[in-house]
């Protein structure tokens, strides 16, 4: 069946662009363009781009000036015959486009239908069109680069590589198992245990690999935490460079979650401004500071703020036990005023962590704490280094599942277990990393994974 779609953005833009897949691509083309210069669209004009008009035949109604191209199949995205229009951007005319392409034989295309033919067709393996959705939503330049090394071949070649290790372990196992009387060399456990290693190592490589990609994947969740009116809000605006967040000297302003996206040379954050951390009789208020003691338990890093110009209050205390066992960067704010609370103290209290001078307001220290987050990045508390990062979560599963059947396959090796109880766990650890690349997954799988494209692509 042939498929259409908007594949541009819904809305005011230079041009919109109708897209068109599948057999009838090109007789569909001709049924609505009509050439100033060429009578019809052929295979002679192949990727060529042509000029013209949308016309509704039926009515006799012009559509749109136009530009139209016709690529032949399989030397397409989806590997069948395609045909894009190119016209006025705005959603009257692709719309209208749209309509009269669908009046012509073809259907409206599902969430992910063109990324999911060129799957089917052979053009991409499933962990490189799912890097294609990832390209798309990409917050920073860093992510955009690791879902174009996942498109480009190099998460589904390491997966290649380990696969084939497992089926040559797997083809000798049967081997000795099918033909025992044959003059065949037998399988020694001493070489299934060498080659088991290898596999267990290269899928730790990647699960190592996770944590830093799940960051680039989503943002580092990265929470603000302090009582109220230590300028929690006021970092906020400042990160930002924006006014985001309202910033009164009224305690309890901040009742709700507040998250922000923010890139710190290449470090996409997720920002999180919290209600401040204290006992209220506010009903509301009460409820934001209890969502903002639940989002530190899902942080990655908290930025804990306390004024320097008060001494530590009980709410002060109760915060510098919630990050006890957390990733945090401290804020020592209100630097300017008259300080009661020391470095020295606070030091006493936190550890070794580092403490930064600042002053919200007159926008000092704000540069030290970007510095710190690039650090604690750049130096493997979060990030692993690696040419193939792992950054999606059903990726991350099925690397964990196959890890679990080639430790299990190691035990068994090491104990003499018969050599076709060993197959098994091998089988089941080939099988979990062709899930990844989309060589044994099933059709519901499928579904649900292209199920979060948009319709276009």
């Given at each position: 069946?042939?498929?259409?779609?908007?594949?541009?953005?819904?809305?005011?833009a230079?041009?919109?662009?109708?897209?068109?897949?599948?057999?009838?691509?090109?007789?569909?083309?001709?049924?609505?363009?009509?050439?100033?210069?060429?009578?019809?669209?052929?295979?002679?004009?192949?990727?060529?781009?042509?000029?013209?008009?949308?016309?509704?035949?039926?009515?006799?109604?012009?559509?749109?000036?136009?530009?139209?191209?016709?690529?032949?199949?399989?030397?397409?995205?989806?590997?069948?015959?395609?045909?894009?229009?190119?016209?006025?951007?705005?959603?009257?005319?692709?719309?209208?486009?749209?309509?009269?392409?669908?009046?012509?034989?073809?259907?409206?295309?599902e969430?992910?239908?063109?990324?999911?033919?060129?799957?089917?067709?052979?053009?991409?393996?499933?962990?490189?069109?799912?890097?294609?959705?990832?390209?798309?939503?990409?917050?920073?330049?860093?992510?955009?680069?690791?879902?174009?090394?996942?498109?480009e071949?190099?998460?589904?070649?390491?997966?290649?590589?380990?696969?084939?290790?497992l089926?040559?372990?797997?083809?000798h196992?049967?081997?000795?198992?099918?033909?025992?009387?044959?003059?065949?060399?037998?399988v020694?456990?001493?070489?299934?245990?060498?080659?088991?290693?290898?596999?267990?190592?290269?899928?730790?490589?990647?699960?190592?690999?996770?944590q830093?990609?799940?960051?680039?994947?989503?943002?580092?969740?990265?929470?603000?935490?302090?009582?109220?009116?230590?300028?929690?809000?006021?970092?906020?605006?400042?990160?930002?460079?924006?006014?985001?967040?309202?910033?009164?000297?009224?305690?309890?302003?901040t009742?709700?979650?507040?998250?922000?996206?923010?890139n710190?040379?290449?470090?996409?954050?997720?920002?999180?401004?919290?209600?401040?951390?204290?006992?209220?009789?506010?009903?509301v208020?009460?409820?934001?500071?209890?969502?903002?003691?639940?989002?530190?338990?899902?942080a990655?890093?908290?930025?804990?703020?306390?004024?320097?110009?008060?001494?530590?209050?009980?709410?002060?205390?109760?915060?510098?036990?919630?990050?006890?066992?957390?990733?945090?960067?401290?804020?020592?704010?209100?630097?300017?005023?008259?300080?009661?609370?020391?470095?020295?103290?606070?030091?006493?209290?936190?550890?070794?962590?580092?403490?930064?001078?600042?002053?919200?307001?007159?926008?000092?220290?704000?540069?030290?704490?970007?510095?710190?987050?690039k650090?604690?990045?750049?130096?493997?508390?979060?990030?692993?280094n690696s040419?193939?990062?792992?950054?999606?979560?059903?990726?991350?599963?099925l690397?964990?599942?196959?890890?679990?059947?080639?430790?299990?396959?190691?035990?068994?090796?090491?104990?003499?277990?018969?050599?076709?109880?060993?197959?098994?766990?091998?089988?089941?650890?080939?099988?979990d990393?062709?899930?990844i690349?989309?060589?044994?997954?099933?059709?519901?799988?499928?579904?649900?994974?292209?199920?979060?494209?948009?319709?276009g692509?």
């Amino acid at each position: 069946m042939t498929i259409a779609a908007i594949s541009t953005s819904i809305g005011e833009a230079g041009i919109g662009i109708v897209r068109i897949s599948g057999k009838k691509s090109l007789d569909i083309g001709n049924k609505i363009f009509r050439g100033n210069k060429v009578e019809k669209l052929d295979k002679s004009l192949n990727r060529r781009l042509v000029y013209g008009h949308i016309v509704d035949g039926e009515r006799d109604l012009l559509i749109d000036e136009v530009l139209i191209s016709f690529m032949a199949g399989p030397n397409t995205y989806t590997r069948e015959d395609m045909v894009e229009v190119y016209c006025h951007g705005g959603i009257i005319s692709v719309r209208k486009v749209l309509d009269l392409v669908l009046r012509n034989g073809a259907r409206i295309a599902e969430a992910g239908e063109f990324t999911k033919r060129a799957f089917l067709n052979g053009r991409l393996d499933l962990s490189q069109a799912e890097a294609v959705i990832d390209m798309i939503r990409a917050k920073t330049d860093k992510s955009f680069e690791a879902s174009l090394g996942q498109l480009e071949g190099s998460l589904s070649n390491k997966v290649k590589n380990i696969r084939n290790i497992l089926l040559e372990m797997i083809a000798h196992v049967e081997v000795s198992i099918d033909f025992p009387d044959e003059d065949i060399e037998e399988v020694t456990y001493e070489d299934l245990e060498r080659s088991a290693y290898t596999v267990k190592e290269e899928i730790e490589k990647l699960l190592s690999t996770s944590q830093r990609g799940r960051i680039l994947r989503d943002g580092l969740n990265t929470v603000i935490l302090g009582k109220p009116n230590v300028g929690k809000s006021s970092l906020l605006n400042a990160i930002l460079r924006e006014n985001r967040a309202i910033v009164t000297n009224i305690p309890g302003t901040t009742r709700d979650i507040i998250e922000e996206y923010i890139n710190i040379d290449g470090i996409p954050l997720k920002i999180v401004d919290t209600a401040g951390i204290r006992v209220t009789e506010d009903v509301v208020e009460q409820i934001g500071v209890n969502k903002a003691k639940e989002t530190v338990e899902k942080a990655d890093l908290i930025i804990a703020i306390f004024d320097g110009s008060r001494e530590l209050s009980e709410e002060d205390f109760e915060i510098i036990d919630l990050i006890k066992d957390k990733k945090s960067i401290i804020l020592l704010n209100k630097t300017d005023l008259p300080l009661k609370l020391t470095r020295a103290y606070l030091k006493s209290l936190l550890g070794e962590r580092e403490i930064i001078d600042s002053s919200i307001e007159l926008g000092t220290g704000l540069d030290i704490l970007e510095k710190n987050i690039k650090e604690l990045f750049y130096s493997g508390q979060v990030e692993i280094n690696s040419d193939t990062i792992v950054t999606n979560i059903r990726h991350k599963s099925l690397l964990e599942k196959a890890l679990e059947n080639i430790s299990q396959a190691l035990i068994d090796i090491k104990s003499n277990v018969p050599i076709d109880c060993i197959e098994v766990d091998l089988r089941n650890c080939w099988e979990d990393l062709g899930e990844i690349s989309g060589d044994t997954v099933g059709e519901d799988i499928l579904d649900k994974i292209f199920a979060e494209f948009c319709i276009g692509k």
